[in-house]
């Protein structure tokens, strides 16, 4: 197989987790037998310095003729302050390589090997903890009209709407049955119905669909309870679904859980539209810039290095590849002697590349 993938790695530590990301990616296809075609881009701050934009038109065009796009990170505050809010990186580029796409995964497992790492008491995560957090990303206070700030200071007014359609709400849920599915059989479905208007149409909708899934254990919560079980009884979640804005604050949180946000992989995925195309699936990890780190390899790479597996899953349908990604990721987490500072080590993110890339057996 060929895999055409746009490699955009931005700003911060971007730079470094995803050239450690990319060389296990290598690794993996030179032993499976694939070819990776991989064309780099320029995105965020790195690229305005260069092209006086965030998301150039080059930048757009490799990614539109690709199968997949590996992002690392977009931002550096100091500069973004320099900005007004709108023509921020996070906008202009993440937002608007998101759109479209209405799926995103965030998949969080403690390593059994760092459950120190966990801030919970060892009693609370002695099940382990493997969540997969499905995020509604197209919709919701985003994207809602009416949205701003109208006036004259000091009696301003801002306003910001969720709306939600069934359409909206049902592809979304399906995307958390199917993956309950091929997991645990668990699903939580988040909302706020007990107030928002929005929450009480999601929650009809999820009764509806939980008569097309017995298989599935469909439980349903409120987002403020969500956040206090999460907690209580993390080793009970197995899919969590939810709106955008929800969605946002629960898998902060839930990240930290496996011990690191660094830990964390994301993926973004649409479906065709009604021509047949679809936005580019887009895989990041979860964490930021983290411009204070940056470039004297000490950033985790595990974020970027899971994105790739996912990547592999579900762009490229590669399950046996994915997993001989996470099952080498994994093995080195647990044994502990390559581990970056934010795991309490002091390896840097080449050699915890390097260490994977050792015990990879595809
Ligand atoms: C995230 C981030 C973004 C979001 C920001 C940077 C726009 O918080 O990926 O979770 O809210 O989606
Ligand atoms: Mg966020």
Redesign the pocket.
Known sequence: MRMKIAVLPGDGIGREVIQAAMRVLYATSEESGHKVLAEHADVGWTAVDQYGEALPPATRDICRRSEAILFGAVGLPDRDKTLPQDQRP?RVA??ELRKGLFANLRHIVMPAGLAHRCPLKNELITNGIDILIIRELTGGLYYGQPQGITGQAPSRRAVDTMAYSEHEIRRILKVGFESARKRRKKLASVDKANILATSQLWRETAVAMGQEYPDVHLEHIYVDNAAMQLLRRPSDFDVLVTENTFG?IL?DEASMLAGSIGLVPSACLGEPDAQGSSATPFYEP?HGSAPDIAGRDKANPVGAILTVAMMLNHTFGLAKEARAIETATFAVLNEGQYLTGDLGGAAACSEVAEAIIERLRV
Do not use: M, P
């Open positions: 996070e993440l937002l946002d898998s979860i």
